[in-house]
């Protein structure tokens, strides 16, 4: 069974999917507890396979027994087992708390959301979980698919949403499709490991060269780094709370995991650094990102929304930390892809609490939210503290990394953006704990009537408990960052660097 | 005693979560637990400090995740005597506050049940109790990136007290605070993270490695940034005013206190370890402090609202200490850093002074007042004891201060004519600009016609868990005056050691 972690990771949910509409015909409310159980299967595999890296080192599968590069190869190392682990347990906290959600918002597609979620989450975890240049885009069509059908079943503008986002992620798609197309073309293979193997020979063949700007475009597309981000804030911000909840965190990081893959392991770290130097180019793009999306954010009345921009300034930061290409960096990448991912996590399902009371999430009418939905509310907080970057959260030590890798390429200028867009977090975030928290001041004594009674409302501990779950998880990864640091990502970063 | 460093570090907030989860049984009495916690860590630290008198250096080495990251503590002359000061301050304001907050609570929210009351009652206290953790934490850590984490901690509290609880503008005031609280700690933290990236530790003991790198003049120039803007020295003042103006004057004398640490911080991080470096550093400097000294006086004089008045006092007075460290040499830190601690003392008086004036009277406005001596003796005692305090009139320990502090600036201005001498001489002629008004705002308060609307039997003195603590912060300041040498023998173990260039 152990031997098989890694197949089961995406078989299990990849059949279960398949099961839920038969479920769903007997009795709608089982797929709920159905979609729930299958999940775990995915976190214990992909637990039992990063103990299995840390103890043992990397190892591959071979799919049905295939030899690569015949087969399809699951090539498992520290940075795939870390973040294979981060979407099954954002995956599973999210679908426990889909339920109530779920049924406030979506009540008559119930059955279609959980198929595609478990699909979505397949499709994220196939992306991650394989080998095979090929096989990722297979995985990567099998979320987006799903990803565009689960959007579209949310508010008033989502078709529109998802419309813009099919162009556009079908676009992304099909660059990666041709990048590797090319690849294959001169190599003759499609795993990672073999083809990494051959190209450096090839290195200034036009072809390998055009192979890699379109793989790059393409995922940055996916990715929403700007200026590709375009796509991101309608989607994020019209799709189903619960949607938003795992997209948000999920999908943008695993496109993330795809750069860093592709630019370290299938061409080696030289490639995209001194052949074509798209690390610095990345890293322009990456600071504007922070800055920008910071500001759009800014700007937003829509709480979706505005997360939804801090998801497209926060790219900006892994972005960055994969373009400054040195070890500090890249651990600071690899760190607020974790970070992301709770913190995103958190406060889209805060948002999705708030829509489930309130019924929208307009900043200006959170008036006395904070005495309606303090446990809510403090998990907001945490949430907004990591944004900052106020220690212990995780984010801020996932942005120190950022800024030593700044500092060690000799870039001050991505020192300062760092540090400004902290301030530039602050404004957004504190803006909303300021109306949600405190009343309108009034003149000393100028109450004339008493001061009124606000009843705590709270969501359903359905929805509260994964709240906080990933509430404690910003604070227990920031906590533990040393630890995890020592043990798992120090072991990411490529020879060279 | 073991551990003593990490109590006084953690016994605040042990106290402040177990008011917050205890918060409806023990109801009033949270401030009496506040306080009594601590009066707990101020006689650890009386003990430390004696130890420490003796000769001996406190150090702390705490396992932090796993062995290779250690939360270290240090209790040194210069560290323990600012900690037990400020500590002391924390607890005299939350005696002080258990009166105060009532009489804020029912002001800003009117009546209300008990359960909301005891609410925010207990959210005073569970939030004030990150005042003493974050100063305690900043003045002991052996560690740069500790000491940022403290001084992030800091604005914290300091945003929810006063959105809650401050007077008409609070809640965008306190954004204010909080803006320019984040953009000071972004500065540190860049200079911390250049610093570090020089050295590869972030021990402070490390930072002498740092001498004579070509790198080191922009990694105090980046830290001297963030701690002006802590300080409010000139360019960057704008937030103090405002913010002093609005909070409530229970947590006043710890918002100067959390300008006055960036002195602290100045001394232990970059004099101490770079004084050759930081000597780029002193003219420009002290011509800075000595505008600032200046033109803070002026301001405070164009006051009226007595809150805005200590606020703007605050901005003068920080320069002298800045003043003082920057001229370099042993004397003058030495003078500058206990001229800090005499000012926070006076300035906590001063401004719970302003609170009780208008807790009683209802009115922010000087003129407004007037006459008020024969009503409220013991305001009024304190009132003028804050006054000498920041004027530095003997006893209390700021005359010593200034006297330690101006010898050595006078001996930097000697030997830096002309510039340096003419800044020595105009600083010590702004001590007089300071008589001017803090003694102009005790004849307009206390002397004068009595105001007809204040002629009625409220006006009196305030209750005594008001004023006793006020009192016993003027009696350590008298204590500390008559005998300077407890607090200068402290400092002269670490200061003396500077290797003046």
Same mark, same amino acid.
């Given at each position: ?497 | ?78 560290? %323990? ?11 005299? %304001? ?94 540190? #933290? ?19 490695? %740092? ?73 420009? #400097? ?12 002026? #301001? ?56 009780? #004036? ?74 007089? %600009? ?68």
């Amino acid at each position: 069974m152990a031997t098989h972690f890694a197949a089961l990771i995406i078989v299990i949910p990849l059949i279960a999917a398949l099961f839920v509409p038969v479920i769903g015909w007997w009795k709608k409310g089982l797929c709920y507890p159905w979609v729930v159980a299958v999940l775990l299967v995915p976190l214990i595999s992909s637990i039992g396979v990063l103990n299995r890296v840390i103890e043992s080192g990397p190892f591959s599968y071979y799919l049905g027994g295939w030899a690569p590069p015949w087969g399809i190869e699951y090539a498992i190392d520290y940075l795939n087992a870390f973040v294979l682990v981060i979407i099954s347990v954002i995956s599973l906290i999210v679908s426990i708390y889909s339920k109530k959600s779920v049924e406030k918002e979506i009540p008559e597609k119930v059955v279609p959301f959980y198929t595609l979620f478990l699909l979505l989450v397949t499709g994220l975890l196939g992306i991650v979980v394989t080998g095979d240049l090929f096989n990722v885009f297979v995985f990567l069509e099998i979320a987006s698919l799903s990803c565009y059908a689960l959007i579209a079943i949310g508010r008033d503008g989502a078709p529109l949403a998802t419309f813009r986002y099919i162009i556009m992620g079908t676009i992304g798609a099909s660059f990666y499709l041709l990048g590797v197309g090319y690849l294959y073309i001169i190599t003759g293979s499609l795993n990672m490991l073999d083809v990494a193997r051959l190209l450096p020979e090839l290195y200034h063949s036009r072809v390998v060269l055009t192979a890699g700007i379109f793989m790059i475009v393409g995922i940055g597309l996916k990715m929403a780094l700007y200026p590709l981000h375009a796509w991101a804030p309608n989607a994020y911000a019209d799709a189903p709370s619960t949607v938003s909840g795992l997209i948000a965190p999920l999908m943008t990081k695993v496109a993330a995991y795809m750069m860093i893959r592709v630019m370290f392991t299938v061409f080696k770290p030289v490639f995209f650094i001194e052949v074509i130097p798209v690390t610095s180019i990345l890293t322009w793009m990456a600071a504007v990102a922070i800055i920008i999306g910071s500001i759009y954010a800014i700007a937003q009345t829509d709480l979706k929304k505005m997360l939804s921009y801090s998801v497209v300034a926060q790219i900006g930061y892994i972005a960055l930390g994969i373009g400054l290409a040195n070890k500090s960096g890249l651990t600071g990448a690899v760190l607020h892809i974790l970070n992301e991912a709770f913190t995103k996590g958190c406060v889209f399902l805060v948002a999705g609490a708030i829509v489930y009371k309130m019924g929208a999430c307009n900043i200006n009418e959170f008036k006395d939210l904070y005495r309606k939905m303090p446990f809510t509310m403090s998990a907001f907080l945490i949430g907004a503290f990591s944004m900052v970057g106020i220690p212990p959260t995780c984010g801020f030590f996932s942005k120190i990394y950022l800024i030593m890798g700044a500092i060690s390429a000799d870039k001050w200028i991505f020192v300062a953006v760092l540090l400004f867009s902290s301030v530039l977090n602050v404004v957004y975030f504190f803006r909303v704990i300021q109306i949600a928290t405190f009343e309108t001041p009034m003149p000393d004594y100028g109450r004339d009537k008493a001061y009124e009674a606000v009843y705590m409302d709270e969501v359903p501990l359905s929805m509260l408990i994964p709240i906080q779950i990933m509430a404690a998880g910003i604070l227990l990864s920031g906590i533990f960052s040393s630890k995890i640091i020592s043990t798992v990502i120090q072991f990411v970063i490529p020879v060279g660097f | 005693m073991s551990h003593i460093l990490l109590q006084i570090i953690i016994v605040p907030p042990i106290a402040s979560l177990f008011i917050l989860l205890t918060r409806h049984l023990i109801g009033r009495k949270a401030g009496w637990i506040a306080g009594f916690s601590l009066l707990y860590s101020t006689a650890l630290l009386i003990m430390a400090c004696v130890r420490v008198y003796h000769g001996e250096i406190i150090v702390e080495e705490y396992p932090f995740i796993d062995s290779a990251i250690t939360f270290g503590l240090l209790g040194d002359g210069l560290s %323990l005597p600012v900690a037990l000061i400020i500590n002391g301050l924390c607890t005299a %304001l939350a005696f002080y506050a258990i009166h105060y907050i009532d009489h804020r609570i029912e002001a800003i929210y009117g009546d209300v049940d008990e359960r909301t009351y005891l609410n925010h009652y207990t959210r005073f206290y569970s939030m004030f109790l990150g005042f003493p953790m974050g100063f305690m934490g900043v003045c002991l850590v052996k560690n740069l990136i500790a000491m940022y984490f403290f001084l992030e901690v800091l604005p914290i509290p300091l945003y929810f007290i006063m959105a809650t609880f401050g007077y008409v503008d609070r809640v965008r005031v306190a954004m204010i605070c909080l803006m320019w609280a984040v953009i000071g700690a972004a500065f540190f #933290l860049a200079g911390f993270l250049m610093a570090y990236s020089q050295i590869g530790s972030f021990n402070i003991a490390d930072m002498n490695a %740092l001498a004579g790198n070509p790198m080191t003049f922009w990694i105090i120039f980046v830290l001297l940034i963030a701690i002006l803007i802590k300080m409010a020295a000139v360019p960057f003042h704008v937030w103090m005013p405002w913010v002093h103006a609005e909070h409530p004057t229970c947590i006043a004398g710890l918002l100067a206190v959390y300008a006055n640490i960036a002195a602290y911080v100045l001394v232990r991080v970059i004099v101490f370890p770079l004084p050759a470096d930081f000597k780029a550093f002193s003219i420009p #400097l002290m011509v800075l402090a000595l505008i600032t000294m200046v033109y803070g006086s002026f #301001l405070t004089m164009g006051q009226t609202d007595v809150k805005r008045f200590a606020a703007c006092s605050t901005i003068s007075q920080l320069a002298y200490s800045l003043l003082g460290i920057s001229a370099l040499t042993i004397a003058s830190i030495e003078g500058g850093m206990f001229f800090f601690l005499g000012h926070i003392m006076g300035k906590t008086i001063l401004f719970s002074t302003a609170g009780i #004036l208008v807790y009683t009277t209802g009115t922010r406005d000087m003129r407004e007042m007037g006459g008020l001596a024969q009503k409220m003796p013991i305001t009024t005692a304190l009132w003028i004891m804050g006054a000498m305090m920041l004027s530095g009139f003997p006893p209390m320990s700021s005359f010593p201060a200034e006297w330690v502090m101006f010898t050595g600036i006078f001996k930097t201005g000697v030997q830096t004519m002309p510039i340096g001498l003419m800044v020595a001489i105009f600083g010590a002629g702004a001590i007089i %600009l300071t008589v001017a008004y803090t003694f102009r705002s005790v004849k307009i308060i206390f002397f004068g016609p009595l105001n007809p609307d204040l002629a009625n039997d409220k006006i009196k003195d305030p209750p005594l868990t008001m004023s006793i603590p006020l009192l016993m912060i003027a009696a350590v300041s008298i204590i500390l005056g008559v005998c300077p040498k407890l607090a200068l023998n402290l400092f002269n173990y670490v200061i003396a050691g500077i290797p003046i260039p």
